[in-house]
Nanobody
């Protein structure tokens, strides 16, 4: 099967930085788009940033200029560098990865377990 393991969340003061990682493992043939989403208490899950297999990126307006998404294809890992964090960035952050497994050629979305990011004012 396929597993996603996230790491890097935590508590940070406003203006600080954190780096999230999400590593995919298992029966992987190839990986397409990778992305980060977040869900704050009482709110819907929202897109933060995505990156295609070719390296094209897309960001939510609220994080442009502060967050950077990147990927290491050799390690099947996606990263989210978060700088100048604000209290409104507080949320559980989830990675989502489109993976084609070795069992067939159908791309499927897999979600990480989520990691808490808390920004204090």
């Amino acid at each position: 099967q396929v597993q996603l393991v996230e790491s890097g969340g935590g508590l940070v003061q406003a203006g600080g930085s954190l780096r999230l990682s999400c590593a995919a493992s298992g029966i992987i043939r190839s990986i397409n788009a990778m992305g980060w989403y977040r869900q704050a208490p009482g709110k819907q899950r929202e897109l933060v940033a995505t990156i295609t297999s070719g390296g094209s990126t897309n960001y939510a307006d609220s994080v442009k200029g502060r967050f950077t998404i990147s990927r290491d294809n050799g390690k099947n890992t996606v990263y989210l560098q978060m700088n100048n964090l604000k209290p409104e960035d507080t949320a559980v952050y989830y990675c989502k990865v489109s993976i084609i497994s070795t069992t067939d050629y159908v791309p499927r979305d897999y979600w990480g377990q989520g990691t808490q990011v808390t920004v204090s004012s």
